[in-house]
């Protein structure tokens, strides 16, 4: 594995519908230039790293690709463009010039990759560039790769079961919108058996595999609140499923959905630090 201080990946923290991250500065483990790399391409990293961590990222791939210029085999300027050019990407944005920033990202992380396939960093950063395009499968697989790599990666797992929910909740949205229904959180019943059946097509599998790594993701971090509110969110997916045909089983899906969304509140309450604005008074 490789290590130098420099670029952070972005490593997913999403929050509940807002599942996109700009890359963030900073820290370790990435490629450290090639041990005979010369000091004006050492130089154009560090340039580039400083205009990285000072939000100026156009300044910083200019430097990065400087090093390359330089030194084409550097796998680290590599990996570096290419978060700089993940770092200008807006999520979820469909501009030709987004979609272009993403494009030369995951070229630069395809180079590391092709070098050192098991490179973690390079495989969450291009799954993340696949996931602010909306490239979700792409991304999907990148993070199946990391788990393959490292199976006690929880965000990894977690990211699937985000990812599962999305492309379930798109095709719940879609299904319910063709009937002039909106989605009501209760198993949506109302919906035509037709439809039902369309829905539980579309999402059956994508259910069961949201269920099973974010189950897993709370398995391997206890504390996961994010988690523990993504279950809440793909049982209540799950209960439509049922078509409203046993009422016993929507009921429990919509148990098990507030009981999964009350541990959440208790988790992010209990790690909440003490409130000490008064402590002086006492």
């Not at 900073?26 to 990293?45: C, D, F, G």
């Not at 570096?80 to 807006?90: F, I």
């Not at 988690?227 to 439509?240: E, P």
């Amino acid at each position: 594995m490789f290590h130098s201080p420099s670029l952070k990946p972005a490593r997913i923290k999403l929050a509940l519908c807002l599942p996109f991250i700009f890359v963030l500065p900073l820290q370790s483990q990435q490629p450290n230039p090639t041990p005979t790399a010369s000091p004006e391409v050492t130089a154009a990293i560090a340039d580039g790293a400083h205009a990285f961590r000072a939000g100026r990222y156009a300044d910083a791939a200019a430097s990065f690709r400087k090093a390359i210029e330089l030194d084409p085999n550097n796998e680290k300027a590599h990996l570096d463009l290419g978060t700089a050019y993940a770092a200008q990407v807006v999520p979820n944005l469909d501009t030709p010039a987004n979609i272009s920033a993403a494009t030369l990202a995951i070229a630069e992380f395809d180079t590391v990759l092709k070098a050192h396939p098991d490179n973690l960093i390079a495989l969450s950063q291009e799954a993340a560039a696949y996931r602010n395009i909306k490239e979700l499968d792409k991304a999907k697989a990148l993070e199946k790769r990391v788990i393959a790599i490292d199976p006690s990666d929880f965000e990894a797992t977690y990211t699937i079961g985000v990812i599962d929910w999305m492309q379930a909740h798109a095709n719940a949205v879609k299904i319910l919108a063709a009937e002039g229904l909106t989605d009501d959180g209760q198993g949506n019943v109302k919906l035509s058996p037709a439809s039902c059946e369309a829905l539980r097509t579309a999402n059956a599998e994508l259910v069961d595999d949201a269920l099973s790594n974010l189950t897993r993701a709370v398995d391997l971090k206890p504390d996961y609140a994010d988690a523990m509110s993504y279950l809440n969110l793909i049982l209540l997916r799950r209960a439509d499923l049922h078509c409203g045909e046993d009422p016993a089983f929507v009921a429990n899906d919509l148990r098990l959905a507030g009981e999964w969304s009350e541990k959440a509140a208790q988790v992010r309450q209990q790690s909440k630090p003490p409130d000490t604005r008064n402590a002086g008074d006492k």
